[in-house]
């Protein structure tokens, strides 16, 4: 006869007590069977696996968690880890549910993609290092080494997507990153004076519509044309990126316009110049800028607009390093005098603990720079038939109503 394995659950709750008591007090203890000859089962000791009623020899078998799949006994499996070959006591992974018991050729898939992905990731995290280390000996002017490091990042890119495509994983492609490698490596061209490797990794990333924002990057193109004096193709592609910048992103379009005022005066066309730079005036006022459109006003003759630009750029604010100091006036007559703290030889004040104020030092002289050079330059072509001091004169009145207001 088969015993019955369910046969505690019918126990008078008297006879449980003492055979539980007699379990907890004796190691060894042996219970009473349930009637008189009822053998049907037999107490060994407390050291018996966990679980089972009283220590029986045939135990209820667990079926809660079979089920559902899961399984006390491990699946063997191999996948490979990089170039080594690991099992399942090396490797594993957590067991999937498989109502249909494909349990082992599913947990072989699972493991092939988790060394996949896991492969990929460390690929990734190289390309990641490589890029960091060239951008850095970018921001420390060591362009040679920047430009090995970036070819590097680029060829660890490409086999990271050859590796994720031959793996069927190109869902995690990251797009961004390769936009990175690509914009990093025409940078270091272009760092390095390589002007026609950079134009051509520029002219690929513009032509690829993954890119939606790449447009932009023709800024970066017209610079390189303006080194090599190609003023024609850089006005060029400055036009062309100009319409690619929102009309919210101000500050990228007048700097662009600036560049373009440049090229104009490189090729002569002072009139397309002048419009460029009044353009950035309007709504960006700025010392460079003034001085710039100040020269085209010179090279043009135009007496009554040199003297209105000289006003303008006067009546651009500035906060002067130390209170007090912001006079025109005596600066052109200390550099008379020949005053060192106003001499504009391209020395620069000594820098202190204070960085706010050193910035505000190198505005104040930039500022003063372009003033009085300015001021000196169109003086002579202001001056009068019968007063050759006139423009001088008035050059002087000017400085010192500012000084005043």
């Known amino acids: 006869m088969c015993p019955d394995l ?20 004796s190691g060894d203890a042996v219970a009473q069977p349930y009637g008189e000859g009822d053998d049907r089962f037999r107490v060994e000791d407390t050291s018996t696996r966990t679980g089972t009623p009283l220590g029986l020899h045939e135990v209820r078998p667990i079926t809660s968690t079979s089920g559902a799949g899961f399984s006390t006994k491990p699946t063997e499996a191999v996948s490979f880890y990089g170039d080594k070959l690991l099992s399942t006591s090396e490797h594993c992974t957590a067991g999937a549910f498989d109502p249909l018991g494909n349990t082992e050729q599913n947990a072989l898939l699972g493991q092939a993609e988790y060394s996949s992905e896991h492969h990929a990731r460390r690929m990734e995290s190289q390309v990641h290092k490589t890029f960091e280390d060239s951008v850095i000996a970018l921001g420390r002017d060591h362009y040679e080494a920047a430009l090995e490091k970036a070819k590097e990042a680029g060829k660890k890119e490409r086999a ?23 914009f990093n490596l025409a940078h270091s061209y272009h760092m390095a004076r390589l002007h026609d490797e950079a134009v051509h990794t520029y002219s690929l990333l513009i032509k690829s519509k993954q890119y939606t924002q790449s447009g932009r990057l023709r800024v970066n193109l017209g610079n390189i044309y303006f080194e090599q004096q190609r003023y024609q193709l850089a006005v060029r592609m400055y036009r062309m990126a100009l ?41 960006h006022q700025n010392f460079h800028t003034a001085f710039n459109l100040i020269i085209c006003y010179y090279a043009l003759g135009d007496v009554d607009k040199m ?99």
């Open 6 to 25: 369910y046969y505690d659950y019918e126990l008078p709750a008297p006879a449980l007590r003492s055979a539980i008591s007699g379990l907890a007090m």
């Open 160 to 182: 990271l997507c050859k590796f994720r495509e031959a793996h069927d994983i190109v869902d995690n492609i990251h797009m961004e990153l390769t936009y990175a490698i690509c």
């Open 243 to 283: 319409d690619q910048i929102p009309n919210s992103g101000k500050r990228t379009r007048f700097n662009i316009l600036r560049n373009m005022g440049n090229a104009f005066v490189h090729l002569g066309q002072m009139g397309d110049a002048v419009q460029s730079y009044e353009t950035i005036l309007g709504g």
């Open 307 to 405: 003297r209105t630009g000289l006003q303008k750029m006067l009546s651009i604010p500035y906060v002067p390093a130390v209170a007090g100091t912001s006079s025109y006036s005596s600066s052109l007559h200390a550099e008379g005098q020949g005053n060192a703290d106003f001499e504009l030889d391209g020395r620069s004040p000594p820098a202190g603990d204070d960085a706010l104020q050193d910035e505000l030092r190198r505005r104040e002289k930039e500022a003063r720079y372009y003033v009085l050079t300015a001021s000196r330059l169109i003086a002579p072509a202001l001056q009068l038939a019968n007063d050759p001091m006139s423009g001088f004169r008035f050059a002087i009145d000017v400085l010192k109503s500012k000084d005043e207001s």
